[in-house]
């Protein structure tokens, strides 16, 4: 199993990006995906997530209403649109997969339900 993400870069604060996930799983519309990140010297944060359907996500406030998760399970790929980005945003964004039914907030935004994990894009917003 491999999740490879892509679509990092440097930009200017106010800009926008779309990280993209590609995953190798089977059953790839089994599984709820999500985007973490870990800024430098910090832990790692939730960011989004989406169910197998697409039909359901959560967001992080900090991200609410300026990223948008989303996910096309014909091309086994999990996406995350930025938009209004801001220096604060800057870190290393990981995809992950989860096998586990969709459920709580309080849940899906830890690392716990997550089986597979990406090796991680760089974004970094420049002010």
């Known amino acids: 199993v491999q999740l490879q993400a892509f679509g990092g870069g440097l930009v200017q604060a106010g800009g926008s990006l779309r990280l993209s996930c590609e995953a190798s799983?089977?059953?790839?519309?089994?599984?709820?995906m999500a985007w973490f990140r870990q800024a430098p010297g910090k832990e790692r944060e939730f960011v989004a997530a989406i169910s197998w359907t697409g039909g359901s996500t959560y967001y992080a406030d900090s991200v609410k209403g300026r990223f948008t998760i989303s996910r096309d399970n014909a091309k086994n790929t999990v996406y995350l649109q930025m938009n209004s980005l801001k220096p604060e945003d800057t870190a290393v964004h990981y995809c992950a997969a989860s096998p586990r039914p969709w459920s709580s907030y309080n849940y899906l935004s830890t690392a716990s339900p997550y089986a597979y994990w990406g090796q991680g894009t760089l974004v970094t917003v420049s002010s």
């Open positions: 799983l089977p059953t790839f519309s089994r599984y709820s």
